[in-house]
């Protein structure tokens, strides 16, 4: 059984950073995409940063520039780096990862528990 296992969050000061991480755990073939994604609550959830087994990157226009996206393949982690946090960052963060478990089976979604980041003075 696989599990994405997050860490990190909490409370930060506008202009601070946080660091996110989530390790893919159990029994693991291959992955494709690993992403962050967020949600407020009322609100869609948002995809903030991806980034594929290649290394290829990408980021929303809000967090470009200030939000670091990067991935460990032996590891199979993923991790988030927030510099120059802005109250309206505060969300609930989600990792996602698009994987095989194992060689009979086909790429599924996988989702992470989700932690707390707020920014707030």
């Known amino acids: 059984q696989v599990q994405l296992v997050e860490s990190g969050g909490g409370l930060v000061q506008p202009g601070g950073s946080l660091r996110l991480s989530c390790a893919a755990r159990?029994?693991?073939?291959?992955?494709?995409?690993m992403d962050w994604y967020r949600q407020a609550p009322g609100k869609q959830r948002e995809l903030v940063a991806t980034?594929?087994?290649?290394?290829?990157?990408n980021y929303a226009d809000s967090v470009k520039g200030r939000f670091t996206i990067a991935r460990d393949n032996a590891k199979n982690t993923v991790y988030l780096q927030m510099n120059s946090l802005k109250p309206e960052d505060t969300d609930v963060y989600y990792c996602h990862a698009l994987l095989r478990a194992t060689v009979l089976h086909t790429a599924s979604d996988y989702w992470g528990q989700g932690t707390q980041v707020t920014v707030s003075s």
């Open positions: 980034t594929t087994s290649g290394g290829s990157t």
């Open positions: 159990g029994s693991i073939f291959t992955i494709s995409t």
